[in-house]
């Protein structure tokens, strides 16, 4: 493709991108496709002779776009939302043009420098003390692996990374029961052992019980356990429950136990002074994550990781080999060694340019209407005796249910599991569910970039018709 070719095609394109946004709410919410229907439409073999952007383009709106469910649809309440917005998608546009890789300083000096300075307005926006330092990793799960990594090495004194577990005691991770399961699956990968996840009860609110915390760490402590790290979740996944991180980490800091922090949704909210509470307790987190590319309009990926001991993270994962030595080493921060790729995309770009084009007013307005349409939601379910609100609405969560009168519980898990099947097969909204105390819940998620309280109380009117249909 020529210059001349590209420019025609970019400006081409563009005009479907903003016509993409604008027609958003035309789509079906949640892709209707079949398994199997979007592969078995495509070629075999790749073509061996060139083919035109337009044929590409033509293939892209006929085979692809019937495949792709509207994140960015006002209509998408499901799991947590993965918001854009034009400003983000400006800069992904130019981190693409540029294609740098970022895994040194000296490989882009502005990508690095930018990043080091994004995650001090971060910190500073959402309230973290300022000894943290901060690197943007892609997911929430790759930035929790890193701190585990991180505290299984401070435990064992930085040898399980050079000598393997063999003499090392087996190490502990403790983190709720409501925990995501990104948090199992880095302990699987850090060689602790799915056994050694040790997942602690949690109180009616689903916060974690820190009282049964201590007794497992006791407990642990007595068998010749390594106690290593916990993972405390501000907003879990399931109901936004969040853990009392000053009580948590009261028992972290008596038994010499790293704090990690997961508010991959939530940490957004800590943009709001109203909602500092939910770090009360910050001067025990060792590590702390949360992504923008969740709830505060940035593509994905961007995960913000902070930490406070930033050489204990260096220590962890440095690796020097001849061909990545620079002149500049020690006087500037080389991301590659913050975490576990080498090569890194220039993701620091879009938060500037977030952060820039909204401004944080406004991103505080915005964050707080999304958790007012929540509350209203929550008021209009209570209004009627036939629905169910199952877990305290926090932040911008609502977990609910149809409960007619004269259904057993049984019947009711099949009758709200056959709701939300039906809602999403409409192709007008797409909420996701969890299981709440033994009972099926449906999540609406009020934390989408384009959504209006308009578009809450539409959706709620056709979830109110559709269960009762299903009755009649
Ligand atoms: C609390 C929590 N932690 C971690 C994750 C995983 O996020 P990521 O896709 O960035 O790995 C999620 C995803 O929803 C989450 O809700």
Redo the contacts with the bound molecule.
């Keep these: 493709m020529t210059p001349d070719e590209f420019r025609k095609h970019a400006h081409e394109l563009v005009e479907w991108m903003a016509s993409y946004m604008e027609n958003v709410e035309k789509f079906p919410v949640k892709s209707l496709a079949a398994p199997g229907k979007i592969f078995n439409q495509l070629p075999d073999q790749p073509p061996s002779e060139p083919q035109s952007f337009s044929l590409f383009m033509k293939d892209m709106e006929e085979i692809i776009m019937p495949g792709i469910t509207h994140w960015q649809h006002p209509g998408f309440f499901a ?2 939302p993965s918001n854009t917005s034009p400003p983000s998608i400006l800069a992904e546009m130019i981190t693409a043009t540029l294609g740098a890789q970022c895994m040194n300083w000296e490989t882009s000096p502005a990508a690095a420098e930018l990043e080091e300075k994004m995650m001090v307005w971060l910190r500073g926006m959402i309230g973290l003390p300022d000894y943290f330092e901060g690197v943007i990793q892609d ?4 930035a ?1 692996l890193a701190a585990i990594i991180t505290a299984r090495e401070k435990v064992s004194g930085y040898l399980i990374n050079e000598e393997g577990f063999g003499s090392s005691g087996r190490l502990r991770v403790y983190c709720s029961e409501q ?2 399961s ?1 948090v199992e699956k880095d302990v699987k990968i850090t060689g602790i052992g799915k056994k050694n996840l040790v997942k602690i009860p949690v109180k009616d609110d689903f916060s974690m019980d820190v009282h049964k915390l201590e007794e497992a760490i006791l407990s642990d402590k007595k068998k010749n356990f390594i106690p290593c790290c916990v993972v405390a ?1 501000i ?3 399931g109901t936004t429950a969040i853990d009392p991180l000053k009580t948590i980490g009261e028992v972290c800091h008596k038994h010499s136990v790293w704090l990690h922090v ?1 508010a ?2 939530a940490g957004t909210a800590l943009i709001l002074p109203e909602f500092q509470w939910m770090l009360d307790g910050k001067e025990y987190i060792d590590s702390f994550l949360f ?1 923008p ?2 709830w505060m309009f940035t593509n994905f ?1 961007c ?1 913000a990781f902070f930490i406070r001991d930033a050489e204990a993270l260096i220590k962890t994962f440095e690796i020097l080999p001849e061909y990545l030595k620079t002149r500049t080493r020690g006087r500037v921060n080389d991301y590659r060694d913050w975490g576990i790729p080498l090569g890194r995309r220039f993701r620091a770009l879009k938060l500037w340019s977030v952060i820039r084009s909204f401004g944080t007013d406004e991103l505080q307005k915005k964050i707080r209407s999304h958790i007012a349409f929540a509350s209203k939601l929550k008021e209009m379910i209570l209004e009627e005796p036939e629905f169910e609100v199952l877990a305290p609405v926090v932040i911008n969560l609502v977990c609910f249910r149809y409960r007619p009168s004269g259904a057993s519980e049984e019947e009711l898990n099949v009758l709200n599991e056959t709701l939300n099947h039906t809602l999403n097969d409409s192709g007008r909204l797409y909420l996701s569910h969890t299981i709440v105390s033994g009972k099926y819940s449906l999540r609406m998620v009020t934390g989408q970039t384009n959504v209006t309280l308009e578009h809450v109380e539409k959706a709620w009117d056709y979830i109110k018709a559709t269960a009762r249909s299903l009755r009649n």
């Design positions: 799991y947590f997911s929430a799960s790759a929790t925990t995501h990104s979740t907003g879990t996944t997961d991959a949704m992504n590319h969740k990926d995960t």
